[in-house]
């Protein structure tokens, strides 16, 4: 039997790898896995939801940036923007595969106070040595060119148009599903409700599915996103990790900007940008953010009213005459310690690998973060960029990886 072209039955009892997870960060993992030549095992992806209609793959808003803090975060997204913008190489010169880029509206950092802009200049000096083009701009610069801002009460602003903006996240995520089932990864709906360590402890010698299969693994990938801890715990491992509701609007306006709108992120902590021709994304979320439940995907109707279209109307005075089109509510696998990635194995249980907590980073940091993953099971090290400062020892020492440019 199959179930949105899932079987719903593994075709074998044993794998090399089992992936927990088969949205964005899954799929990276098992094509990029494809792609080692020093790999032959066999893989399985175990995906709860084959619809993937609840994941935070499905509801992301799809943008890229390199204006982190630090200057790995930077070299993840530079990757991923390369692999986008080269596209159809990457996947083999598939003739089938289209040419994707990026639109590049870019981010605009505006900082309101000494300190904030403070910090936008020390990540600026971390992003330029990376060879991003981020460019500084005083409020008039702002103004002058994008003279819809109100910039009054503005210190300074960041912005890069280079390789930053949105880009077909789903275009790619559906060319790793299909390319991935055609070099030979297996597909299973199900979710895996427990897991069997050996004797000692150090391994994770099986998965067990909901549907009562048990499936020996040689390595088991967490890639399970909002659900990661709750995976981790079936392991005796412990993460700080929970879903954060994010909530996003699609809105037209009265009067359309004269030129596109970059992806701003407002003092407030806002964030609104150019959708289509005519319409505008915005995103945020309430001051109280608890965890919830990974199935509660209601809207907060009133957050819109009260925190949303209050701050985009002040910052560009020609919202203020806007009507939502639509509206969904989303979720971030949040990494409470740190809001950033936590991945590589665990360092007692060997064959138990992470890929959570990428807190609102994941699909730009899909190709970076997948292969490295691949990489690792591999060869039991990176072979490109060195992700280590996102294992998980700094977890188990409560020493976060410090990213101050976290949206």
Known sequence: MTTAGFATTPLKSSYDVVIVGGAMLGSSTAWFLTEMSDFDGSILIVERDPSYENSATAHTNSCMRQQFSSALNVKI??????????FPQYMGDDPRVPELGIQNYGYMYLADTDAFADTLRESHKVQIAEGAGTKLMTPDEIKAAYPFYSVDDLVLGSINTVDEGYWDGGTVFEWWRRSARERGVDFVAGEVVAMTRNSTGTKVDSVTLASGAVIACGQ???ASGTRGARTAAMAGIDIPVEPRKRYTWIFSAEQPLDRELPL???PSGVHFRQDGPKTYMAGGHSHIDPAVDPDDFAMDHG??????????????????AIRVVTEWAGHYDMNTLDHNAIIGPHPKIGNFFFLNGLSG???QQSPAMGR???????YGGYRSLDLTPFHYDRIALGAPFIEKAVI
């Open 220 to 222: 088991v990938v967490n």
């Open 303 to 320: 957050i819109w009213e009260s925190d949303i279209w209050p701050v985009i109307a002040t910052r560009i005075p020609q919202f203020e």
């Open 77 to 86: 997204s530079q990757f991923a923007a390369d692999f986008v913008n080269n």
């Open 361 to 363: 980073h994941g699909l």
């Open 264 to 266: 701003t992120i407002d």
């Open 372 to 378: 490295g993953t691949a990489e690792y099971l591999t």
